[in-house]
């Protein structure tokens, strides 16, 4: 029988790369994902916690690499989409205070790390207008007031019956100021009546699809579809949720580069971004393909799928070393440095490799004391990732200040 830890460490010794825990200088450490980018169009990067200080800086690492020598230009989030239109058009110059916008973010996003890395792109944008960094987002579970603002703006000087149709609906469906008083109505009532506002919000979509003048490409149809996503998300259960939500982040993904036209590096976690076509996670329970499976189908070798993991560390908790089955313990400590492995390289990889096996899924409901009932499996790691980068010991994220109007 063969020894899997002990094959996985022959191998690693024979072809990992290793590089700094921060990746300091990605010109060297990086050179095998270099080696890999032609034809890549969209590259996800998934860590297994978003609460590690050594993989937001992997993270930032990689990204500005790839916009300083292979022309990446897009920052794609797993963030309210309108939330990051508002973060897009501050980073266009140096004028706007980017720490008061990131404190509104999700708790993940809303740290210095997270800040340092959008003020170099706020920075970089004001040094070269003419190549600007773009930034958007996936979600839509808390569409704010400006998509419908600018759905009203379009109707302006419009009067026939479906333009009179539309703004009934806008009136209906506007949150007010803030969205999440509309949300707090919304999980008040019952799931048919969610139902109703979800089918109105349909009937939104389809009238002013059919509005002269209007263009399915532009900004405008993106908000149109992030009202229709808002009430599909709260008109259904956790579980649908996930359901809906996997290949409604794929599509969101292949709009804004397809619109934009630039080559894009998605942040997310690992169980979105990774390459599951038959991803199971343990907390909350679901067998489902994910984003990034989604994301291989349609883009092929366009998509790139880099995965950030740690062995053990401190977070809001002490995150102890994993248990065996788990892809974190067969690539070990690595203390003092991190693993780059190349799976695409054609180098024959360890039968683990290629085999099911569990990894980390870090989600909302993570708790240390229980840590190996939290997982993702339904794979190997030669399908879930073509780079994976593995780090000892890590520490927690700074955050920007407390931001408590949501959980996760």
């Not at 340092?116 to 569409?143: C, F, H, M």
């Not at 000087?157 to 539309?166: A, F, I, M, Q, W």
């Not at 949720?241 to 292949?254: F, G, K, Q, S, T």
Request: proline letters at 4%; charged letters at 25%.
């Amino acid at each position: 029988m063969i020894d899997r830890k002990r094959e996985v460490s022959s191998w690693i010794h024979q072809h990992a790369h290793s590089v700094s825990s921060g990746i300091t200088d990605p010109s060297r450490e990086l050179r095998p994902l270099f080696d890999v980018l032609d034809g890549v169009e969209v590259v996800g990067i998934g860590t297994t916690t978003r609460k590690s200080h050594e993989l937001m800086l992997q993270q930032s690492s990689i990204f500005r690499a790839l916009v300083e020598g292979w022309g990446f230009r897009s920052l794609i989030l797993e963030e309210d989409y309108t939330r990051c239109v508002e973060l897009d058009n501050a980073v266009s110059d140096d004028s706007h205070d980017i720490a008061r916008l990131l404190v509104d973010f999700r708790p993940f996003w809303s740290t210095v790390e997270m800040l340092d890395l959008v003020q170099w792109i706020q920075d970089w944008n004001t040094k070269y207008p003419e190549s600007r960094i773009r930034i958007s987002g996936l979600n839509s579970d808390a569409t704010g007031q400006s998509a419908y603002s600018e759905i009203g703006a379009f109707l302006e000087g419009l009067n026939t019956p479906d333009s009179r149709k539309v703004a009934t609906l806008l009136r209906f469906l506007a949150p007010g100021p803030d969205v999440s008083d509309r949300i707090a109505e919304l999980s008040r009532i019952s799931i048919g009546e969610r139902r109703g506002f979800a089918a109105a919000a349909r009937d939104l979509r389809r009238i002013f699809s059919e509005l002269p003048g209007f263009c399915a490409t532009s900004s405008l149809a993106r908000s149109l579809h992030a009202v229709v996503d808002f009430y599909e998300y709260h008109s259904r259960s956790r579980q649908e949720i996930l359901e809906y939500a996997a290949e409604r982040m794929a599509d969101n993904v292949l709009w804004w580069k397809a619109t934009s036209e630039l080559r894009a590096v998605y942040f997310g976690g690992i169980a979105h971004t990774s390459v599951g076509h038959a991803r199971i996670i343990s907390h909350p329970p679901v067998a489902q393909r994910n984003t990034g499976s989604f994301l291989r189908e349609r883009l092929g070798s366009g998509y790139l799928s880099v995965g950030l993991t740690f062995h053990h560390g401190q977070l809001d908790e002490l995150i102890p070393a994993p248990k065996e089955g788990f892809v974190e313990a067969l690539l070990g400590e690595s203390l003092g440095q991190a693993l780059l492995l190349n799976f695409t390289g054609g180098i024959p990889l360890p039968l683990a490799f290629e085999s099911t096996m569990k990894i980390r899924s870090m989600g909302p409901d993570y708790q240390a004391a229980n840590d190996p009932d939290f997982y993702m499996t339904g794979g190997a790691p030669r399908q879930w990732f073509d780079i994976l980068i593995h780090t000892g010991k890590v520490g927690k994220s700074t955050a920007i200040k407390s931001s408590n109007h949501r959980a996760w």
